[in-house]
């Protein structure tokens, strides 16, 4: 666009540029749009986005599928390394996946896609156990995404309050 020129000749100049996300426009991230911004990393509070959340089910599947395949039965206990440079760069696939594997859906605000909560799947509706989810997460991701540090504590508290057989 036209923006990214003046914005670019804004900058050199001592100018303020505007701020804007960064991503890819192909994963559900229009909003992107137009370019020529001063970008940063990503909206914290978007993670898992709308796209991520569709990528992170599909995940839980497979993972689940291919198990179920191997030995007959859904595993009890699976681990999973959460890294932040990922989550930034896939918008909280991992972060999607582990709830899917808990059985955990996030909420998100109509007006920004910013998630706001998470809610329990009913087993009727999921058509499979929970699985626990022992989740290992790095420094930056502690320090970069303490909301959903929260949001997971929150999803595995509902899973393991459920009432259910």
Not at 20 to 26: I, V
Not at 124 to 141: A, K, N, Q, Y
């Amino acid at each position: 666009t036209t923006q990214e020129i003046t914005n670019l000749i804004l900058a050199l100049d001592g100018g303020f540029v505007p701020a804007g996300p960064s991503g890819s426009p192909t994963r559900g991230m229009a909003h992107l749009l137009p370019t020529g911004r001063n970008f940063y990393a990503c909206d914290p509070q978007s993670l898992p986005s709308l796209a991520a959340w569709e990528v992170g089910q599909g995940l839980a599947k497979t993972c689940l599928d291919r198990y179920l395949a191997d030995t007959g039965a859904y595993p009890e206990h699976v681990a999973i390394s959460v890294w932040g440079t990922a989550a930034m760069r896939t918008h909280g696939d991992d972060i999607a996946e582990i709830f899917s594997l808990l059985g955990i859906r996030p909420k998100w605000q109509k007006e920004n896609h910013r998630v706001t909560g998470v809610e329990l799947i009913p087993l009727s509706e999921l058509g499979r156990p929970r699985i626990d989810v022992t989740i290992r997460i790095s420094g930056f991701f502690r320090d970069a995404f303490p909301h959903l540090i929260t949001l997971l504590d929150d999803a595995v508290n509902m899973a393991l309050d459920a009432d259910e057989p």
